[in-house]
């Protein structure tokens, strides 16, 4: 079988495989030896014990425990570059980086770093890993180890498009992009340290707003264009590469969904609220730790101009109820369609993105719609229910999603129902996956997905804040 990204994802086996180390008969640690860990941390530690001293459910603990520290445990590469720290973080099974999942993956840790110098350090070397990235090419969304080397992605070795030394892959995202600025400015906001946002952070903040003005293609295409040999046509993009049509409103054109599938619409709606999130957090940083004005008002300009755009162009009315939801893309003509991925950002996410109020009544209405048959990629099944994706196939449920649902609500029986489903999801084997059957937990795609066991283990902290009664009590 030729080896691509969907046949090593679809495989349920992962790369590097984790070794066991038993500690309960019962529930074996499915956690590395603590010799074989990449990377340790005295404030995670305590945390899981923390935490874990306030689930009552046994599988539920062991999940938590096996799943919190996974990114730590396994996905973490720590060097130097000129004396200063250098993280480079892989997603699991593919031993590349990817701007979203590792910055996804390391912000479950981000309120314990003030107190964690070995955490600051890995903050510090992933910030600057991301900065250096962004300026290889602030087109890409995966990038090697060495920035010398070439793509080794056998999906990506013939890909039409200017690949760059250093790159892995080169589909663009907007949220590519947005996580960086997430990860960096949460980080600052928790522990007050400036020491990442040196001369090197500011040019790739500077390449971000550039790169986010010439995506939003008023004097033409712009320098970005990608073609893939694929048989499936979510891997490569219409019209020699630059995607379908659009009228110029304002919007950034994203090419490929988080889900790194092509946008039916080049503009995607919840990147765009993203994207507004992230200029804002920006022009904070850029303002009050560089002290740089221009680079502060610039993102702010940016940010309110997308945000006006998608005021104006970013819904429409459902016509089965006839009410305004959120578009899930749009093409700036009056064209759009409703649906929802579970990868984040999605129309269910930006409340946990801190991209829209948890309290407004349009994205409340969204979100409910998107958990309903009304979104195509909604499934129930005898496992679970919960949002799906085109990336893993018609009738899978994404565990990410089933968390975002729980993170969404405050109802105590939606959460335990959603924990429920989440233990049963796991087919075994101790660590969510990228997606399962919706009849069977034992048929599931990335055995190794670090994302996804930070994201639940990012749950169970926050409900130990805000639901600890439902964590004490039996599920």
């Not at 990860?183 to 390449?207: C, I, K, M, N, Q």
């Not at 066991?453 to 964590?471: C, Y």
Request: hydrophobic share 45%.
């Amino acid at each position: 079988m030729t080896l691509t990204r969907r046949t090593l994802i679809g495989s349920g086996l992962a790369l590097g495989a984790m070794p066991l180390r038993a500690a309960d008969p019962l529930r074996p640690t499915k956690r590395p030896a603590p010799a074989d860990r990449r990377f340790v941390s005295p404030a995670v530690e305590r945390e899981i014990a923390r935490v874990s001293a306030k689930v009552a459910d046994p599988e539920l603990r062991w999940l938590f425990a096996n799943c919190y520290p996974n990114t730590l445990d396994t996905t973490v590469f720590m060097d130097r570059v000129d004396g200063r720290p250098d993280a480079f973080v892989i997603t699991g099974d593919i031993p590349c980086l990817w701007l979203r999942d590792s910055a996804a993956q390391v912000h479950p840790y981000v309120h314990l770093a003030r107190g964690d110098a070995r955490l600051r350090e890995l903050f510090r070397g992933l910030i600057a890993r991301q900065s250096r990235s962004i300026l290889i090419d602030p087109y890409a969304n995966a990038f090697m180890r060495d920035p010398a080397a070439k793509s080794d992605l056998p999906w990506a070795l013939t890909d039409d498009t200017e690949m760059k030394p250093g790159v892995a892959e080169r589909k663009w995202e907007v949220d590519s992009l947005c996580y960086p600025i997430r990860v960096a400015h949460d980080y600052w906001r928790a522990t007050g340290d400036e020491a990442p946002f040196d001369a090197l952070w500011a040019d790739a903040a500077r390449a971000i707003v550039r790169t986010f003005r010439e995506q939003q293609r008023k004097d033409g295409p712009g320098p970005y264009r990608f073609l893939r040999r694929d048989r499936l046509a979510s891997e490569t993009l219409i019209l020699n590469g630059y995607g379908a049509p659009t009228r110029k409103v304002g919007l950034i054109h994203s090419m490929y969904r988080p889900s790194d599938d092509a946008c039916l619409f080049p503009f995607l709606i919840p990147s765009n609220w993203f994207a507004v999130s992230a200029l804002r957090k920006l022009a904070v940083l850029a303002g009050r730790v560089r002290d740089d004005a221009a680079l502060a008002n610039d993102a702010a300009a940016l940010a309110d101009e997308v945000a006006a755009a998608l005021a104006a162009h970013g819904t429409l009315i459902d016509p089965a109820s006839g009410e305004r939801l959120m578009a899930y893309e749009v093409d700036g003509f009056g064209n759009g369609h409703f649906m929802d991925d579970a990868n984040v950002p999605s129309l269910s996410g930006l409340a946990y993105l801190e991209a829209i109020p948890a309290t407004d009544p349009l994205w409340r209405r969204t979100a409910a719609a998107a958990w309903s048959e009304r979104n195509p990629y909604f499934n129930r099944g005898r496992v679970a229910e919960g949002i799906g994706s085109p990336h893993s196939g018609m009738g899978t449920i994404w565990p990410m999603s089933i968390v975002m649902h729980a993170l969404n609500s405050d109802d105590d029986a939606v959460i335990r129902q959603c924990l429920r489903w989440l233990k049963d999801s796991h087919g075994g084997t101790g660590f969510m996956h990228e997606s399962f059957d919706r009849d069977d937990a034992g048929k599931f795609t990335r055995a190794w997905f670090a994302w996804a066991n930070g994201l639940f283990g990012e749950l169970i902290v926050d409900l130990s804040r805000r639901k600890p009664h439902v964590l004490a009590a039996p599920l």
